[in-house]
């Protein structure tokens, strides 16, 4: 069952204990994408982030956990992260069937203020509890909470590392430090992805950047450098460089509902620029679960291709 | 005396330790409602929430803690519910005879800050020590100090679970990101439910939701879902819909007093919804004890047959 | 429900945690017996304590650990008393049906030394998790190792009580310094009785104890003051005296194997005398189980009557 | 020694351990006011809270603690309350001659802010070691810094019960939520004792409450109910009451310096409405000793009558 | 890839926090017998127990620990057992590949004494920190130090099932209590076998009873009772019978070296009498490298078929 990339992969994370690297292998050794080094996870903090009828009115099958369990299973994705209350609903049906990843903070939409900190609602203990084979952890670069944020994460990864769980680290640049477009603009996630790096995170996901340049001391080296940002797979490849030149894993979420077309345009984008697959949500689970099996399978095959 | 509804309730709790369901088991055995996975709890935190003589001036026999217990006992309720120092009052003359709740946060409205935030007024020590059934917690939802809470019950909850105790989550939207009217409006109230049910709330506490949509995107997805909201039996259904697709026990509070019809007619839409039960302070300990009794009885009339 | 004998009896134990009255409440108000004070209690560490043949050739089906929560359970017995792996077998799936007894520490007879000890198999916190409404420990006064097992209990009891639990003290005289006839000879077994009381006990199991008097000391006043010690009933009366004037809780074991008449005959004495009740093994789960209820319910009806 | 009337207050703190009953039984049975269950206790904080010169220069016997020992000995006062510093210069040389309550935090008026808060001068460990009967605690309701006061109590509570020793806690509404009038206003007064009593308070001091009502809500429902709020002794009543029913003792301290006659017609108003007696520190310390021991007999007096 | 069969004997360990079923899970749904509820382990800890030359001279392969790895992963091995240090030497090269079990306690023969006890060599943070699937504890019951065992694995159990972890107990009757012989007499292994399902162990390893009984009090009821054992398919069922009446994981060792065709028959049985497959280790590693594949291919062949 070992591969080569898989074991090429692992070799990055040299140092590591043994046990972070066999919850990494655990999950590239699991699903449709097994041993090819690739990962489609399914994330659904989408409840805790945005409501209920906002996540799930448009397809109320979501409204249970387990049908996003179920979805994982049945579809073959390496691994189905969500906050504690969602897995601790289907971890005894669904133990060892799919690699699990154990949301450690989250934000709700209620209160809004000024400088954004999820809130953290799990624990290093908890994911070991459930079975977790790994800690997932939002950051939002940008933000005046950042250093909570960083410090909170330091932490967490020294704790999930001695318990042999490697971290996967959601890197969000958002907050007072940022406009709403360079939320997504290249320089800043890929800025916000080496940060995740910097902080020891074993897996990165970021959003899909555009070709907006945020900064602009940024934006000069940009143009003077010729940096090639102008389509999706250039800034994927950019995102991958600066997730140390591609020694991290770093996957890309999914956005905003759209069409199919549009998200296999988008996920073909990103395997040509070298990513290394997709943490997609809402375009998964908002769809009737026969279109979402058949996305998945789809995205897998252009993962497996690429 | 085991029922197969209790069991099935008690099955959407696996993987807790035995002694959580055990219980969880012994308020849902225990009352006039024994077995049928309906529970109806008489909560008395208003004396220390709004003060003595707003809560029991009106029955003055209310000043004793002593009387709720008994009104508890008599009526059969599913548990007691209170503060500390009221649940010691009468924890040994009681011994046995009612399930307790420890409310481990209050508040009082002696103070009044921009982010509220309940103090911590007992420990799961204490819950084990008076011999409670439960912890009780209440978070706001819209607080600027909402991360505060949420991070306290995240360990308390843990510490409760260890020691085989249950946790009920009364969740309150407030604060400054919600307006007055937004407390109680129905896509406000499923999230908070749905946050309560995230952090691990083996019981959520909510109040009835009125047809209100306070939030605008969420308004958006209501409408555009046509999901219906506007009766108390479609919202509630909702409610129960939004905590983990009715895999979670969530019961509704009474609100201010009001007429015995008015109570009743919301109870029946609550029921009727899907609605576990009620957790009613005001309208039945402000009333004659003759009174509370007959009205508490026609309640769970209500749900028995529901 | 409450009764006026249960709450005298509740009241020798004034001082301790609400919890634990609320815990000995617990037993003291579940099944056939409720509320009379008395209890009859199945206990099941005899696969332990003398192997699995020797416990359950006999009636196969105990060899099921559940086969014995469905005794309980259906019997009406006030409480189930087993090792930790045995009570895990059935916690969930009679969770809040009957009250447990963890029993902390076990001795098995593949090894023999002069000092009898039992190894400590299980701890509050077990007893807190699987949701044990009590926890149990064997002391063997005669034993050269006593002082451990006194102190060991003396912990144990401490860190109950701070957890709300109540402890029955099995207390079975052995060692080298009592003959084998000694073990239930009247003065030891009123002699362990009262050990057990002083260590902290808040219910005591011992053997019904025979007419011997073993120690030369003890027989000289015994004989002096003429106490009459020739029936069981008399035996009864004395040991239950010995337990601080009957201000706690003594119960006795059924012993080997024999007749129901035996049995009966013996359970009408202890209830003559003022025995709270019986905790009664090999003599219940060794009969099929139809004759073992009818057992049970002749037992209970003789200590409900008594 | 024991009287009828001790025992029975002592009942209303059964499930406390015997030591702290033991504790507030050595205070109850002390002094004048012996077996009467009324408590006269002289507390000297005065010179942490005013000051040396505003506190002593007028009777300047007074800046030697002892002397403050030396009166609650010769007056036969139930217990002499101080914090820790002034406490050690006289636990020696009057050890066992008048139980001590120890304060545990104190306030200075050298620095003021928004959120007042005491400081935490002394430990449970202190009240142990110079043989303390009590601990004390003062708690600002009002105050936007009033959770971390309730949560610092609750733990010390915790602590105190499990050393066998009884809290007193001072309960003084005050900060940025209540007016300067509303700080004695009986709403807030009634409130502040209750919230002490939640709290697990087991003595609750209060200032002599005004008729004055502060708080919208509750003044309209004062006046509705028609709660008799006109003379000291039906305010007295009514905190009485707010203390569960009269099952905690609540104690009313002295205030601002005044003439014999006004502090006597004081003390008759609160010995009338069933107050428990009176905790008088600059009334009776910036006396001369003669005149303070003349009056400490005539309010004990009072209260022997009452 | 979720099997109904697996699914069942998950449901034995109800009450486990998830973490441990999916332990549970990982080891039987990997491997040639993936899903069918059996398990072939491949244990390697002889060369502690028994010293290099008498484990490994015959196979000068085996001397390296990643050896013995290989081997597991190409079998198809369920799981692979080992101490500490052997574990270490592969865990990195062969992440992810084969779950592991590490050994936390292993015996030397270079000292022999009257009460034979393993030394702790491993610790639960070093299972996490290798990311093994399990731990695996010796008991000997029957030796001296029992007691030492039993609550060195009661500890450990408790730590391991917080991880997640579950424990794997090698039941190995011997020392001063039980002649040679007695070792593997069937009332002894049974018993043996009952101790550790009583420990909490959620699988059991056991060594092929004989048809010899060695307590005389044990040999009664096999004889009154007629207890089948004669055959080793009988002597099998009375073992599984006798772990909770099936209810627990009982696998059975190879012991000393012997032909294929023994092996092969000695399997048969086991499976034919409802074992749950076998833990074998010197007549696995010490034949070459292709014979020892060829072997556990038959091995598995006939799990598979039983």
Redesign the interface.
Same mark, same amino acid.
């Given at each position: +069952? /070992?591969t080569d990339r898989?074991r090429e992969i692992?070799s990055w994370y /040299?140092g590591n204990?043994? =046990?972070? $690297?066999?919850? +990494?292998?655990?999950m +590239?050794?699991h699903g449709a994408l097994a041993g090819t080094g690739k990962m489609v996870i399914l994330p659904v903090d989408q =409840?805790?982030e945005? =409501?209920? %009828?906002?996540s799930f %009115? *448009?397809n #109320?099958e979501g409204?249970? #956990?387990r049908?996003h369990f179920q979805l994982s299973?049945e579809s073959g994705c390496a691994a189905h992260a969500a #906050?504690?209350?969602?897995l601790?609903?289907g971890?005894?049906?669904? /133990?060892?069937?799919v690699p699990?990843i154990l949301k450690l903070n989250?934000s709700?939409?209620?209160? *809004?203020?000024e400088n954004p900190?999820?809130?953290?609602?799990?624990?290093v *203990?908890?994911a $070991?509890?459930?079975? /977790?084979s790994a800690i997932g952890f939002t950051i939002y670069p940008g933000s005046g909470a950042r250093n909570t944020m960083y410090e909170e994460v330091k932490e967490l990864i020294a704790e999930a590392r001695?318990? =042999?769980l490697p971290t996967v680290i959601w890197s969000y640049p958002r907050g007072s430090g940022i406009s709403k477009d360079g939320e997504t603009a290249i320089d800043v996630v890929a800025y916000g992805a080496m940060i995740a790096c910097q902080l020891g995170a074993h897996i990165v996901k970021v959003k899909p950047p555009t070709a907006h340049l945020e900064q602009g001391d940024a934006k000069k080296v940009y143009e003077a450098q010729k940096v090639p940002v102008s389509t999706l797979t250039e800034r994927t490849r950019h995102v991958v460089q600066s997730c140390f030149a591609g020694r991290r894993v770093v996957i890309f979420s999914g956005g905003p509902t759209k069409s199919d077309q549009e998200v296999l345009d988008e996920q073909r984008e990103i395997a040509k620029g070298g990513g290394f697959g997709s943490i997609m949500g809402r375009n998964v689970f908002q769809r009737p679960k026969k279109e979402a099996l058949q996305l998945l399978a789809k995205i897998m095959e252009i993962y497996r291709a690429g």
């Open positions: +069952m /070992a898989v692992l /040299a204990p043994p =046990g972070v $690297l066999a919850n +990494m292998a655990r +590239m050794y =409840g805790f945005h =409501g209920p %009828a906002r %009115a *448009k #109320p409204y249970d #956990p049908y299973v #906050p504690l209350g969602a601790e609903t971890a005894v049906e669904y /133990a060892g069937q699990l989250n709700d939409v209620l209160s *809004k203020g900190c999820p809130a953290l609602t799990g624990t *203990k908890d $070991l509890r459930i079975g /977790a001695d318990a =042999g």
